[in-house]
Each structure stands twice: as C-alpha cells, then as structure tokens.
Nanobody, 120 residues
C-alpha cells in the first residue's frame, strides 16, 4: 500500500507564492511519475504539473512559467512551487504517484488534497 501526505496549502493574496509538498511512503519499487492535480468547485480534476521517472516536467498551459515541479533524489517527496498566484488557481490540490510495488503490482495513488485559496 502506498500513502501520500500533502502539506503547504493555505490562503494567499494574488501575486503571492506557496509551496506544496507531498511525501510518499509504502511498498514502492519503481516510481514512474509524480504529479499535482487540482479541482476547483464545479469543475473536473485537471493536471497542474507532473514529473516523469526521468525527471521530465510537464505543465498545464495555465500554469507554465509560474509553477515549478520538483522532487528529491529518492523520489519520496514531490514539490510544487507556485508563484504569481491568481484567483483562478484556487482549488483543492491533489498529489498523485504512479509506479510498481516490490511485487510488481502497479499503483496509482492519491493524497487527501490540500486547499489553495488565492484572494484578489
């Protein structure tokens, strides 16, 4: 079983910054990808940023140039540095991790979500 615990959300004024963190633990043999998704009220969950097994980042067009995803070398923690925040960035942010366990079972696990609210 793989567990994800997020932290770092909060209330910030437009133009401000926040950094989200997500720690992953459990039976992990291969970490294929880690990412941050977000869901605003009344909208579907969408990808904000992800980072591949080889460290290649991918960003939604709406956050390019403002958000930066990174992870530690052990691939146990993934970060999302969010700068120049806008009210439209307000959402519940979820951490996601995909990979395989030591018994080669695939996993696609989610955190509980952390709220980011940007005031205008």
């Amino acid at each position: 079983q793989v567990q994800l615990v997020e932290s770092g959300g909060g209330l910030v004024q437009a133009g401000g910054s926040l950094t989200l963190s997500c720690t992953v633990s459990g039976d992990i043999y291969i970490m294929n990808a880690m990412g941050w998704y977000r869901q605003a009220p009344g909208r579907e969950r969408e990808l904000a940023a992800s980072i591949s097994q080889f460290g290649v980042p991918e960003y939604a067009d709406s956050v390019k140039g403002r958000f930066t995803i990174s992870r530690n070398d052990l691939k146990t923690t993934v970060y999302l540095q969010m700068n120049s925040l806008k009210p439209e960035d307000t959402a519940l942010y979820y951490c996601n991790a995909r990979g395989h366990t030591t018994t080669m079972r695939s996993f696609d696990s989610w955190g509980q979500g952390t709220q980011v609210t940007v005031s205008s």
